[in-house]
């Protein structure tokens, strides 16, 4: 079973950081961030997020540890994945999808979701990037649809 949707981002902060201990040619920054879901996939998100991103140039690499709470194809629970991806400028490269194994819970808690997905990455017209994840055993897994990710101001 696949679950598909789509994301808004209904709140991105900065997290205030002391100076890094190194410096580097890509500044690196932390932030939180809220979503909205909607479709198969629907309810909420918080995310800790980190990048290391050039706004000048678009390069740069995040990494993010996500917490939903909603339903996949009416059921519900909550459940952590994991995600990260490279960008050049234009595309992602790299991507990387995982559902935190034990972490689901109701009916979302089943061994479907515990299981760690492969992932598939697809470009679409709109310019945002489907992630159609499903486990080696066929297991439903989330489908995400990412309107870009947002860099770190």
């Known amino acids: 079973m696949r679950a598909s949707g789509t994301f808004k981002v209904a709140d991105f902060v900065p997290a205030p950081m002391p100076g890094p201990a190194i410096e580097t040619a890509v500044p690196v920054g932390v932030a939180t961030m809220n979503k909205q879901y909607e479709g198969e996939v ?6 800790l997020f980190t990048a290391a991103f050039d706004q000048s140039t678009g390069t740069g690499t995040y990494v993010a ?3 939903f709470d909603g339903g996949l194809h009416g059921r519900s ?4 994945f994991a995600h990260s991806a490279t960008t ?12 935190v ?14 299981a760690s997905p492969s992932t598939r990455t697809a470009r679409t017209g709109s310019g945002s990037t489907t992630f159609s994840a499903s486990s080696s ?8 649809n990412l309107a870009g990710w947002p860099p770190i101001g």
Do not use: K
Request: zero cysteines; proline letters at 9%; glycine letters at 18%.
């Open 42 to 47: 629907a309810g909420r998100s918080a995310t």
């Open 65 to 67: 540890m996500e917490s």
């Open 77 to 80: 629970g909550a459940f952590n």
């Open 88 to 99: 050049l400028g234009e595309g992602r490269q790299s991507e990387f999808f995982v559902i």
């Open 101 to 114: 194994p034990g972490s689901g819970t109701g009916e979302l808690a089943s061994p479907a979701l515990e």
């Open 137 to 144: 055993a066929g297991r439903p897994a989330p489908e995400r």
